[in-house]
């Protein structure tokens, strides 16, 4: 006496852990990772000796960086600290009078 219904859970079970799999199977990281190459391994001693040593310890010469700012956000820090500085000198004002 099988009815539909008893031959369908099996059916069913094997379904989804098929999907699970294939699911967890396609995350999988594909392609093997990627050894550091001699080249990539020099491009990060970007230090170069100077032939000096300071304190026992070699100098280096790093390379140059570049620094971007943003007037607007520098003139905005200004305001912000000139503000901040008017607020202290009323206070101390309001305290050097005393109680009125």
Do not use: C, H
């Not at 699911?23 to 999988?28: I, L, Q, V």
């Not at 392609?31 to 032939?51: H, I, W």
């Amino acid at each position: 006496m099988n009815t539909p219904l008893i031959r369908l859970i099996p059916a069913t079970l094997v379904m989804v852990v098929l999907i699970t799999s294939g699911a967890a199977a396609m995350a999988a990281e594909t392609t093997p990772p990627q050894l550091a190459s001699k080249r990539s391994t020099e491009a990060q001693n970007v230090g170069v000796f100077t032939g000096t040593f300071a304190n026992g310890m070699p100098l280096y010469r790093l390379p140059s960086i570049s620094v971007i700012g943003y007037r607007k956000v520098e003139l905005a820090k200004l305001k912000r600290e000139e503000q901040m500085a008017r607020n202290k000198q009323v206070r101390a004002k309001d305290v050097a009078k005393g109680p009125a």
